[in-house]
């Protein structure tokens, strides 16, 4: 158990809707990292935030979002949902960016129908 | 674009055998990971290399790092059958810039699997 958590485990959901995915760090990480895990595309870094701040865009779609709040805990937002949008999210922290390995979280299974 | 790449992407070994798997990047970088994933899981952490020469042993795994020839390398000594799993390097994009730590690009990943 890393100590990151993400809800829900599951997901399942049909194509145009909106979904929310939500990560809580481990206690006293300030940065939070999400990445999208695919067949086709591999393990994809989307975006970075450190204390509340973005840090890092990587391949991040425009109809996805995230936050990140004073509590530290994230959410990443996904709109329009299409079909090619199903992967596992993975949600990881880290101290700090610098040095620290990602701890990453269970993971939450998106299936767009 | 920094690109990593990993090879072999499968790999079937025998218990007791020892193997290398090799990652290979594109762009100047010193800082890079090791990860394992067993099927369904998330990620593990295995390694972290932080400098050139940079050598780390936990078990039966030995990660290494020549940040000259853009090259890691992840040994497996002896290999049993608990070592079965898939195993990604992953390079951090930060740049002579160094202010965007953390943005990771990972390598394909290499299945290992290892037979008695």
């Known amino acids: 158990d890393s100590g990151v958590t993400q809800t829900p485990k599951h997901l399942i959901t049909a194509t145009g809707q909106r979904v929310t995915l939500r990560c809580s760090p481990r206690?006293?990480?300030?940065?939070v990292y999400w990445y999208q895990q695919s067949l086709d595309q591999g393990l994809q870094f989307l975006i970075q935030y450190y204390n509340g701040e973005e840090r890092a865009k990587g391949n991040i779609l425009e109809r996805f979002s995230a936050q990140q709040f004073p509590d530290l805990h994230s959410e990443l937002n996904l709109s329009s949902l299409e079909l090619g949008d199903s992967a596992l999210y993975f949600c990881a922290s880290s101290v700090v960016p610098k040095t620290g390995s990602q701890f990453f979280g269970p993971g939450t299974r998106l299936t767009v129908l | 674009e920094l690109k990593v790449e990993q090879n072999p992407l499968f790999l079937s070994m025998q218990e007791g055998k020892n193997y290398t798997i090799y990652c290979n990047y594109s762009t100047t970088s010193d800082r890079l990971y090791w990860y394992r994933q067993d099927p369904g899981k998330s990620l593990e952490s295995l390694f972290v290399l932080l400098s050139n020469g940079a050598v780390k042993q936990e078990g039966r795994l030995m990660a290494s790092l020549d940040t000259k020839a853009r090259l890691s390398t992840l040994h497996i000594t002896a290999a049993v059958h608990d070592l079965s799993a898939t195993y990604f390097c992953?390079?951090?994009?930060?740049?002579?810039?160094?202010?965007?730590?953390?943005?990771?690009?990972f390598g394909q990943g290499t299945i290992l699997t290892v037979h008695p």
């Open positions: 992953a390079v951090d994009m930060a740049n002579a810039g160094g202010t965007s730590y953390g943005k990771l690009t």
């Open positions: 206690s006293g990480d300030l940065s």
